[in-house]
């Protein structure tokens, strides 16, 4: 999380718990572990704001294109959530349950990672003086 966007629906931003995680880490462990020990989450943690703002770089606002959605979110509750995804990424990662091939939201998977292995893909097939077809709605390429 970048540490000078906008606060969340809380007002506190994410460069307060940045620069004070030793302080703050041993109270909000054991309030972590309670919302699953107890099976509760607390009302104030599920309020969100969703603004829209306009994209600077674009000429014309009329387009749905020229605005961005923000969620503005509990500061508080959005820790929580990306120590979850983080532990379920890891155990993800740790049991193979995503194929190899799989690179959405996977450490060392950026979508560069992606663009490479289709690219040398289709060199391979190319090196073998054949023809790659992918169409739309097909979850593979082919070669012919």
Request: hydrophobic content about 40%; proline content about 7%.
């Amino acid at each position: 999380m970048g540490p000078y966007k906008v606060p969340g629906v809380n007002g506190i931003a994410n460069i307060v718990f940045k620069q004070c995680m030793g302080l703050l880490v041993p109270y909000l462990g054991p309030i972590y572990r309670v919302t699953f020990t107890l099976k509760t989450y607390p009302k104030q943690w599920k309020v969100s704001n969703m603004v829209i703002l306009r994209k600077l770089s674009k000429p014309d606002y009329t387009l749905p294109i020229a605005h961005q959605l923000i969620a503005l979110l509990n500061m508080i509750a959005k820790i929580l959530s990306a120590c979850i995804v983080e532990d379920l990424v890891q155990m993800a990662e740790l049991h193979g349950l995503l194929p190899d091939n799989h690179f959405g939201c996977r450490p060392g998977r950026t979508t560069m990672d992606s663009l490479h292995y289709v690219t040398k893909y289709i060199k391979d097939v190319w090196r073998k003086n054949e023809v790659v077809s992918a169409c739309e709605g097909d979850t593979a390429m082919k070669p012919l």
